[in-house]
């Protein structure tokens, strides 16, 4: 199993910035696709942002031009540089990361615990 630790959400103001963070660890894997998701109170959680493993992005409509996905392959780690934040984006944000496990080469998921982004206008 991998485990991931977010960090980095918080209470920032309208046009703000914040920067969340994801690290993963656990036995022997290789990481694959990596990706953020955000929830909002009454509403299902969406796909905010994905990187591949070449480094190919894609982004909801609704943060393009204003968030950026990253990844440090050494660290098994994603990054979202979150920009010009709006109220909107409010919710709890969990990133999710792809994995082999090398011992089977089975393909397996696993969530973060959340980190929560209060948005003041």
């Known amino acids: 199993q991998v485990q991931l630790v977010e960090s980095g959400g918080g209470l920032v103001q309208a046009g703000g910035s914040l920067r969340l963070s994801c690290a993963a660890s656990?036995?022997?894997?290789?990481?694959?696709?990596m990706a953020w998701y955000r929830q909002a109170p009454g509403k299902q959680r969406e796909l905010v942002a994905i990187?591949?493993?070449?480094?190919?992005?894609n982004y909801s409509d609704s943060v393009k031009g204003r968030f950026t996905i990253s990844r440090d392959n050494a660290k098994n780690t994603v990054y979202l540089q979150m920009n010009s934040l709006k109220p909107e984006d409010t919710a709890v944000y969990y990133c999710?990361?792809?994995?082999?496990?090398?011992?089977?080469?089975?393909?397996?998921?696993?969530w973060g615990q959340g980190t929560q982004v209060t948005v003041s206008s």
């Open positions: 999710k990361v792809d994995f082999t496990f090398l011992l089977n080469g089975g393909y397996y998921s696993s």
């Open positions: 656990g036995m022997t894997f290789r990481v694959n696709a």
């Open positions: 990187i591949n493993k070449g480094g190919t992005t």
